[in-house]
């Protein structure tokens, strides 16, 4: 018993006295531009060759990487990183990335605390029955209706955080100009 413990703690004793963080160990290095295996790793996995791990496909995506990394640095050497065209798609990338990501941050946000009562979901489903809207029951309907309602919910608060975003800023527009369609 003794062996075994000594087995499994003492490499993770050994590490752990190393004297802290590993310097990150260099797999592919190009002209001035360096890859970890922690870089490698992570790219290869996030890469459609990540998706069957064999040596074949990590050798047929060491190609593809190193042929685009020779590309990149082509074409920073041509100035193509500073051209103005490149700048603005840099931009535009940029902003629909952060605006992606805001929406997906504040829609989880909202989608937590959204809630529906059951009593909310019987009152629209005797609605819909006085209405001729369903024949169906109320089982039947109950996901349906509390999914549509949440939908409901969600869309109303997006809206009212849009409003409060609105209401907090300060926004000049020149009418003259955006009226202008010339």
């Known amino acids: 018993m003794k062996k075994i413990i000594l087995i499994f703690i003492l490499p993770a004793f050994l590490v752990a006295c190393s004297g802290g963080p590993q310097p990150a160990e260099t797999v592919i290095k190009i002209n001035n531009y360096e890859i970890t295996r922690s870089g490698f790793e992570r790219e290869f996995k ?38 103005p065209l490149f700048l603005k798609m840099v931009e535009e990338f940029w902003a629909q990335s952060l605006l992606k990501l805001a929406i997906e941050n504040k829609s989880k946000e909202i989608t937590g605390a959204s809630f529906v009562s059951d009593k909310a979901i019987e009152e629209i489903y005797q609605n819909m029955l006085k209405d001729g809207k369903t024949t169906r029951s109320y089982e039947e309907m109950y996901q349906q209706i509390k999914r549509d309602m949440i939908k409901l919910q969600e869309s109303r608060m997006m809206s009212q955080w849009l409003t409060q975003l609105r209401k907090s800023a300060v926004i000049q527009v020149n009418k003259d100009l955006v009226a202008d369609n010339k």
Request: no cysteine; proline share 3%.
């Open 46 to 83: 996030d890469s459609v060759f990540g998706r069957v791990d064999n040596p074949q496909s990590r050798k047929e995506f060491l190609d593809n990487l190193i042929d685009r990394i020779l590309i990149l640095q082509e074409a920073q050497k041509a100035g193509l990183d500073n051209d």
